[in-house]
């Protein structure tokens, strides 16, 4: 099998029954889930420690936001791929999502395994 078909996903949002369901379509899809976290500090504390290959990432976080979560993420784990996530369309954040070193933006409506993978994929080319 292919890496990205059973790539360790680590869930970052701040909804507990997003995260279940997150979970639930990721790992019936081919992917492991790591862990998860409720707040940006909680992702920079678990996702070095649960060294996932990709990092769903919410825009929206209590304490900080994605972005900055995501510039965190580049430095204390360069090895994940960063794919945001939000209820609000890409075109919502202008062109953050483009200058962030996100791999991409993944409407929460439209979240599927092949959804992610597809993402991840395009980053993989792009390397």
Do not use: N
Request: proline share 5%.
């Amino acid at each position: 099998m292919d890496r990205v078909a059973v790539g360790r996903v680590f869930i970052v949002d701040d909804s507990a029954p997003f995260r279940t369901v997150a979970r639930a379509l990721l790992e019936s899809g081919g992917y492991r889930v790591v862990g998860d976290a409720a707040t940006g500090a909680e992702a920079l504390a678990g996702v070095p420690e649960a060294d996932p290959d990709i990092v769903l990432l919410d825009v929206a976080l209590p304490d900080m936001d994605g972005f900055s979560v995501c510039r965190a993420l580049h430095r204390t784990a360069p090895g994940a791929t960063v794919v945001f996530c939000s209820v609000r369309d890409a075109e919502h954040y202008g062109d953050a999502v483009e200058r962030s070193s996100a791999a991409g933006f993944l409407p929460k409506s439209t979240l599927s395994a092949a959804a992610l993978a597809l993402i991840v994929a395009r980053q993989a080319d792009r390397r």
